[in-house]
């Protein structure tokens, strides 16, 4: 009994030390994204997905270099949601969301190192 509750204790630590883990958490109560059902991106954003993973053939750095940029774009609006939600004046429903579009654009930031 005590090993599984140091296994979860155990995996609620490294999950609370990953940043975008932690805001999920704060966000939706769950450590880890719902397995169906997730939140529904907007077409134009998977859109620019698909052109970009396109492009990694021919120009992987410069893909890399864009999808980075859009990657701190949608961390400082992520970071200006919290900061309104602390200050009282937000909500957290649009964090799934950015976190979502967060793993897409890692994901391309990964593929083109």
Not at 4 to 9: E, L
Not at 34 to 41: A, H, M, Q, T, V
Not at 70 to 75: A, E, V
């Amino acid at each position: 009994m005590s090993l599984q509750w140091t296994a979860h204790i155990n995996e609620a630590r490294r999950g609370l030390r990953d940043p975008v883990q932690r805001a999920r958490y704060l966000a939706s109560g769950r450590l880890i994204a719902k397995e169906e059902g997730g939140p529904s991106l907007d077409p134009e954003f998977l859109e620019t997905i698909f052109e970009l993973q396109m492009e990694a053939a021919s120009d992987p750095e410069g893909t890399q270099k864009q999808a980075k940029a859009m990657q701190q774009q949608q961390q400082s609006s992520l970071e200006q949601i919290f900061v309104a939600w602390e200050a009282g004046s937000g909500a957290l429903d649009a964090v799934e969301e950015h976190l979502a579009r967060l793993k897409y654009l890692s994901n391309i930031v990964q593929e083109n190192t």
